[in-house]
């Protein structure tokens, strides 16, 4: 049976809170014990208002009625510079498979298929965060680390 990948609406809100949720868990290696619930709020507000205004597409994928993954992209906007005069910049998020689902390439048609979407709009600077797991996957798609950044802790 083939997949079914589809991209997000409103009405899948739910599934993509659910499922940010249980990435930001297993990326974190968070127990269910610890409480998600200001999270999960403040994710199906952010859903709420990115999907409508356009700055956060998702895909969800299916096997039949069985939701088995999901990967998604926010878009923003900094102050050009010379290697991206427009500023604007993808970042690429929320990329997760069932673990009886993965090694199936969900998540490489997954991640085309954003990139994809990514270019049409003419942004070209596209960046991610990626798990140990999900490293190779980003480097044979040609993403390379970066030597320069850095971040402020909270």
Known sequence: MAFIYKRATLADINILTETRIEVLRAANQLSDAIDMSEVQRETFNYYQKALCDGSHIAYLVFDGERFIGAGGVSFFQ?????????????????????????????????????VHDIKSKGITAISLEATAMGRPLYEKYGFIRMKDEMELPG
């Open 78 to 114: 900094v102050m050009p510079t010379y290697h991206n005069p427009s500023g604007n910049k993808a970042y690429i998020m929320n990329m997760y498979t069932k673990p009886a689902y993965r090694r199936r390439g969900i998540a490489g048609k997954t991640l085309d298929m954003l």
